[in-house]
């Protein structure tokens, strides 16, 4: 089980920037694949999640319309495209892998996956 999150950065406030998360063979054949992220003095949160199998994509209300998770099943990678990005985003960002799916749909909700990567620091400068 292998996943290795890259891609993070410092960027201005408004900026861009993509993560990746590899995953190895046997990782990606789980059902879902989320990105997470963590700042100081607070709880984990869930943003982005999509069904490897069949492309369902779930997304937490903070990051609608800014964050898109999509997948390069060639690769065996999921990458999370985070545009319009501000200074609250700063945060270590990880992405994780679970073997669950709910009516094909992932969760965003962290304790529902199995594998997690090392993760990847996001800082965005005002």
Not at 90 to 102: G, K, N, V
Request: aromatic share 10%.
């Amino acid at each position: 089980v292998r996943l290795l999150e890259s891609g993070g950065g410092s960027v201005q406030d408004g900026g861009s920037l993509r993560l990746s998360c590899a995953a190895s063979e046997d990782t990606y054949r789980t059902y879902c694949m989320g990105w997470f992220r963590q700042s100081q003095g607070k709880e984990r949160e869930g943003l982005a999640a999509l069904n490897t199998r069949e492309g369902a994509t779930q997304y937490a209300d903070s990051v609608q319309g800014r964050f898109t998770i999509a997948r390069d099943n060639a690769k065996r990678t999921v990458h999370l495209q985070m545009n319009s990005l501000k200074p609250e985003d700063t945060a270590m960002y990880y992405c994780a892998a679970s073997r669950t799916a709910y009516g094909g749909f992932c969760s965003l909700v962290d304790s529902l996956y199995d594998f997690w990567g090392q993760g990847t620091q996001v800082i965005v400068s005002s």
